[in-house]
């Protein structure tokens, strides 16, 4: 993939409904038909209408994909001029039509709605058929994972198990690459390097070479490659390494270490945190980023301990996903090839170890009120030069990145709102399986992607990121104003959702309304 500027995007042009502004997307292969029915649908009108679009001065524009895009600020004007009418003939037929239908639909609706019931019961006769069949998949996988580790732990070929499920290449993945990293060299372009460094970037648009090109741009950029003598050959094969020990999650993968490490890259510069917090501790915030959710098996620490899994016991339910980063991290940074503090001395690494533990465990959410109530404390006599308050600052700046993704554009947050579902609704499933409490925000039963966002940006991101503001008020126009738009947005499509349910609700209300009338009339007639 190039630059981000030679890059296809699909073309969007905003219309004005009636007052109210709608987004449309297109491809460019779209022919000026398809464009029209599109903006038709858009607009709610019959797909056969044609329309004119006028610009704000009454310009006719040309629907084609060659039309020019405009902005929310310079909505198209939808005029319809003609639908396929029909004759006054005809439509009296149609409407003649129309209530004979409904007199047959009356004398019908029992048998309709027998025929409703029998289709809802096979239904429901299925989908427990499919149930039972999950079950049994899942039963088979655990057993077939129970026989792979016995078999493992007969061959004494690796240390024991850190989780309930299969870890088995874990050492595999550990073992540093010795020859020169392989990866496509990416040379990033000024315009990307200039993106790169805002909230703004488009985080979906990358592959994974690319991706770890621009990471390794970071390190450079910051001056940590040279301020800590860090070798460039280590540094790209710790990279990799890094890459190789992310799972395929829909959520917890490596896109998601590159978009917090990404975050936390733009708030440095943001903030102009290089002025005021030592090296030191830029290195942490960077490589804590980049190590934060190393291994994670898609499955949080309430299924750890309520499964009581390896990592559960072996760090006694405390935080046992994020010990479990940790451990893995410096699992890494033990094999010299991939050490980028090879070049450091003792007393330092200590010091940026500890560091780096203290920033990753804070980002276990069990633990984010107690973290904002201590950095709110000494918020109003906050010291750069007092240690304590930094340490806090740095916990808050890492738990800001790590949920950071609905500051980001709505086409880019969006996304992330989904693959974090699908994963709680992997959970959620394999607790149920499993007999295991399941958490009502997880369960694709109850949850709703507005209803899970709402929440959590009113009570958790929000709040957190006014804290922030206090701090550095030049975030609340780039971090705080999308979350509060975020908010409105997800509030307006619960809205809808509300409203739709009532509607469906009123019509069930009224046929079986109707049905039970029906029933009378019919008892009486025999």
């Known amino acids: 993939m190039g630059s981000s500027s030679s890059t296809y995007r699909p073309k969007c042009v905003y219309l004005d409904i009636d007052g109210r502004i709608q987004k449309v997307t297109f491809s460019k292969y779209c022919n000026s038909r398809d464009i029209m029915e599109l903006f038709c649908i858009a607009t709610g009108l019959p797909r056969n209408t044609t329309i004119s679009l006028f610009t704000a001065d009454d310009c006719m524009v040309s629907i084609d ?10 909505p198209y004007k939808v005029i319809p001029v003609a639908t396929g009418q029909l004759t006054e003939k005809e439509e009296l037929i149609q409407n003649l039509l129309a209530q004979v239908v409904e007199q047959f639909s009356r004398v019908f609706k029992i048998n309709e709605l027998k025929t409703e019931v029998a289709n809802h019961l096979a239904m429901l006769e299925k989908r427990v058929e499919l149930e039972g069949l999950k079950v049994a998949e899942i039963e088979k996988c655990k057993s077939d994972i129970k026989k792979m580790r016995d078999e ?32 496509p060299k990416y040379i990033l372009s000024q315009e990307t390097i200039e993106a790169l460094r805002k909230p703004t970037f488009d985080v979906w648009l990358w592959e994974p070479n690319e991706m770890l090109s621009c990471l390794e741009h970071m390190y450079h950029d910051l001056g940590l490659v040279k301020d800590f003598k860090i070798n ?21 993968n490596f896109r998601h270490c590159f978009c917090v490490t990404q975050m936390m890259y733009s708030m440095i510069s943001l903030c102009s945190l290089q002025v005021k917090l030592p090296q030191t501790d830029i290195l942490m915030l960077m490589t804590a980023s980049v190590c934060h959710d190393l291994d994670h098996p898609g499955y949080n620490n309430t299924y750890q301990i309520n499964a009581q899994t390896e990592l559960a016991v072996r760090y006694n339910d405390i935080s046992p996903l994020e010990n479990h980063h940790c451990a893995v991290a410096f699992q890494i940074f033990a094999q010299p090839e991939c050490n980028i503090f090879s070049n450091i001395d003792q007393e330092q690494f200590k010091r940026i170890r500890q560091g780096m533990i ?34 806090q600052l740095k916990m808050v700046l890492i ?19 989904d693959c974090l579902l699908e994963e709680y609704f992997m959970q959620s499933d394999r607790e149920k399986s499993e007999g295991l409490p399941v958490a009502p925000f997880m369960d694709r039963d109850k949850v709703t992607k ?3 966002q709402i929440g959590f940006l009113k009570f958790v991101l929000i709040p957190m990121f006014e ?45 079986a309304s109707e049905g039970r009338e029906n029933t009378i009339m019919d008892t009486k007639i025999l």
């Open 399 to 417: 738990k800001c990145c790590d949920i950071s993704n609905e500051v980001r554009p709505m086409e880019v947050a969006e996304p992330w709102v």
């Open 152 to 183: 493992m732990a007969a061959r004494n070929s690796r240390t024991n198990c850190p989780c309930k499920y299969s870890f088995l290449d874990e050492n595999k993945k550990l073992i540093p690459r010795r020859d020169v990293p392989s990866y």
């Open 65 to 74: 994909p060659t039309m020019p895009a405009n902005s929310e600020s310079t």
């Open 358 to 391: 203290t920033l990753i465990l804070a980002t276990d959410m069990a633990r984010h009120a107690e973290i904002l109530d201590s950095f709110k404390e000494i918020l109003d006599n906050f010291d750069y030069s007092n240690e304590e308050h930094v340490t």
């Open 467 to 511: 804290i922030i503001t206090k701090l550095f008020p030049v975030v609340e126009e780039v971090l705080l104003q999308p979350l509060w738009e975020s908010r409105d947005r997800y509030e307006q499509l619960k809205q809808i959702d509300d409203t739709m349910k009532e509607l469906q609700k009123k019509k069930n209300e009224s046929l």
């Open 450 to 452: 507005p209803t899970a």
């Open 232 to 252: 460039p050959i280590i540094l790209k094969r710790w990279l990799l390494c890094i890459h190789d020990n992310y799972r395929n999650n829909p959520f917890h």
